[in-house]
């Protein structure tokens, strides 16, 4: 069956930390861009981190949102057909659902909002 499950939520205090992993079946994730998106309550649909497609050596190029550059890490494992946020200093305004898609480039994906697979979510809620 090909799909994404991500997993790794919760719930966090403010200044806390998380990694969320997304794992692929029936497909390569090396072989897509790989992005995180978020949605919070009320509000629209956020891209936060992508990773390219691997070159074959190693993590392919990396982005991120202003709203979470410097806390916020992806990171892919082949071998485990797995792709990770670390999620550092973690913010009351990071508390949203979190998604893993997988699709032909990072600008096509935050650009046109295209993807090829789309995981189901993962709630992180960030409270004292």
């Known amino acids: 069956q090909v799909q994404l499950v991500e997993s790794g939520g919760g719930l966090v205090q403010p200044g806390g930390s998380l990694r969320l992993s997304c794992a692929a079946s029936?497909?390569?994730?090396?072989?897509?861009?790989n992005c995180w998106f978020r949605q919070a309550p009320g509000k629209g649909r956020e891209g936060i981190s992508c990773?390219?497609?691997?070159?074959?050596?190693?993590?392919?190029?990396?982005y991120y949102a202003d709203s979470v550059k410097g806390r916020f890490t992806i990171s892919r494992d082949n071998t485990k057909n797995t792709v990770y946020l670390q999620m550092n200093s973690l913010k009351p305004e990071d508390t949203a659902v979190y998604y893993c898609a997988a699709g032909p480039s990072i600008a096509t994906m935050l650009g046109y909002n295209e993807y090829d697979y789309w995981g189901q979510g993962t709630q992180v809620t960030v409270s004292s």
């Open positions: 990773i390219s497609i691997g070159d074959g050596i190693g993590d392919g190029t990396t």
């Open positions: 029936g497909f390569g994730l090396d072989y897509y861009a």
